[in-house]
């Protein structure tokens, strides 16, 4: 964050790349009508255009007079805008050639590039968001799942800030009767017992719920953060096949050769709103030439990123010593493991009891056929009810999602149970009142009220792509 006082105007491409033919170059700051005025001819209207209605016109090249691109554009007067400041959309339908070019022009007024994020930074900056609101932005900006992405909307809209915001007034509260008991010097049978009862307020009203979402909130990181699933097995036993199917299309490389798959390739699918992201890892084979043996290290170290390993047999060919020594190594990783028994379209050389017999396993185990598209779908269902039931469950009702936001509730949570001891103890209201300023600028933080440090703000801002 550059520019603590933002007086400059910024600008940026608001839109993704590549997406659609559409996209918004937005600026924002004092000089953005200015701007406007220099590089827009609209076909009817006459400037000083209205604040917030759509104009139709051509975007200008001031310097040539050369004519850009046909657009829709919008003028938002501050301070009903999303930065609190003067706001431009510039809307053009002819791709990112033009798109940089306009950015180029609107540059050459005066604007300077946005940071990553700026354009949110400057909404909290002016009061319009707080902080908690300015993350769940960059949630929706990073989301990969639908789920995510409605628990980041609903902590835009506040939910999260205004239960923080009712526990700040909870504790002010208590810290007022605290305070007031300062200028009584004597323990009278009253005061003692209303302090008894101030501290049973403070565990039911204070702790108990702060505790419940920071736990709830916890569960559900696995929406942010997704899952890891690993697919291990001997070369040609349908790991690619797998992958493909469960990715809906043709990705990675699928051959009849053994051991094509030189190292590991990864990408992500979404399942029950949970991102998934696969790892199709190097044929495991015990003659591997030199390549495929740094593979195959990579996919051995790899495998204990994963959460899930899914083990995939080849039920058309004989168990072989390469699938026990897969097994030995498989033994040793603490994830949650689930064989997969592929081929099932092809005449079987064993079965499921095999398998259970000659590896002592009793994990979950699912017979299918990489090319039967039914079969991902019973794969799918396998691995949400095998593995993913609980998350799924915890996802409906909370919305806190943020890591660090957890951390801050955490930090609150201490020192409240520090207090409830205190005042459990009888301890002199002085040293009560110590312990709660800290729960209290805990909660402050993550509205990004009171003592938010620089270091914070960046962490959070930095998260952002250019043009949010
Ligand atoms: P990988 O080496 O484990 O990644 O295996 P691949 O996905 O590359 O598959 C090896 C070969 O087995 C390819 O020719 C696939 O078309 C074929 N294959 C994969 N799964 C199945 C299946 O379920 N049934 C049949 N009949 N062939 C399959
Ligand atoms: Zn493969």
Not at 104 to 111: E, F, N, P
Not at 242 to 252: D, G, H, P, S, V
Not at 281 to 286: H, K, L, S, V, Y
Request: glycine share 8%; proline share 3%; aromatic share 6%.
């Amino acid at each position: 964050i550059r520019d603590l006082t933002a007086k400059d105007t910024i600008c940026a491409i608001a839109t993704p790349l590549g997406l659609g033919g559409i996209g918004i170059v937005r600026i924002s700051g004092k000089a953005s009508r200015e701007i406007l005025s220099k590089i827009f001819r609209p076909s009817r209207a006459k400037f000083p255009l209205k604040s917030h209605r759509l104009y139709h016109g051509w975007v200008y090249d001031p310097g040539t007079g050369e004519r850009l691109d046909e657009v829709l554009v919008s003028y938002m007067k501050a301070p009903h805008t999303y930065t609190r400041e003067d706001v431009v959309e510039i809307n053009c339908h002819s791709g990112y050639v033009i798109l940089e070019e306009i950015l180029r022009l609107v540059l050459k007024c005066g604007a300077r590039l946005a940071d990553p994020g700026e354009f949110t930074y400057r909404a909290f900056l002016h009061g319009r968001i707080d902080l908690a609101q300015a993350e769940a932005v960059a949630d929706i900006v990073e989301s990969k799942s639908r789920r995510a992405l409605d628990i980041a909307r609903r902590q835009l809209e506040g939910a999260l800030s205004s239960l923080v915001s009712s526990w700040l007034d909870l504790l002010t509260d208590i810290m007022a009767h605290l305070e007031a008991a300062i200028d009584f010097e004597e323990d009278t049978e009253g005061e003692i017992e209303e302090t008894l009862q101030l501290a049973e307020r403070l565990k039911k009203e204070l702790i108990d719920p702060i505790e419940k979402t920071e736990r709830e909130s916890r569960e559900l990181s696995i929406l942010r953060e997704g899952v890891r699933l690993a697919l291990v097995g001997k070369p040609n036993v349908g790991k690619s096949s797998i992958m493909n199917a469960l990715l809906k299309r043709e990705r990675a490389l699928v051959t009849h050769f053994p051991g094509t798959t030189r190292d590991i390739i990864e990408d992500t699918f979404v399942l029950e709103g949970i991102p998934i992201t696969i790892m199709d890892t190097a044929g495991i084979r015990r003659d591997a030439d030199y390549i495929e043996r740094l593979g195959i290290e990579r996919a051995i170290s790899r495998i204990g990123e994963a959460n899930i390993i899914l083990w995939i047999l080849d039920l058309s060919v004989p168990l072989s010593k390469e699938d026990d020594e897969i097994f030995e190594l498989l033994k040793k990783s603490s994830q949650s493991l689930a064989v997969v028994l592929n081929k099932a379209d092809l005449a079987h050389a064993f079965g499921p009891e095999d398998v259970k017999k000659r590896y002592g396993i009793d994990s979950a185990l699912v017979t299918i056929s990489a090319i039967r598209p039914g079969d991902v779908d019973m794969l799918k269902g396998f691995i949400k009810n095998r593995f993913l039931k609980e998350a799924v469950e915890a996802v409906s009702e909370s919305f806190v999602v943020s890591k660090h936001h957890r951390e801050y509730l955490n930090t609150a949570v201490e020192a409240l149970l520090r207090v409830y001891g205190l005042m459990l103890e009888g301890a002199s209201p002085e040293i009560v009142l110590v312990e709660l300023y800290d729960a209290k600028k805990a909660l402050e933080t993550i509205l990004g009220k009171g003592d938010v440090g620089e270091g914070i703000l960046d962490r959070i801002f930095s998260r952002f792509c250019i043009g949010k």
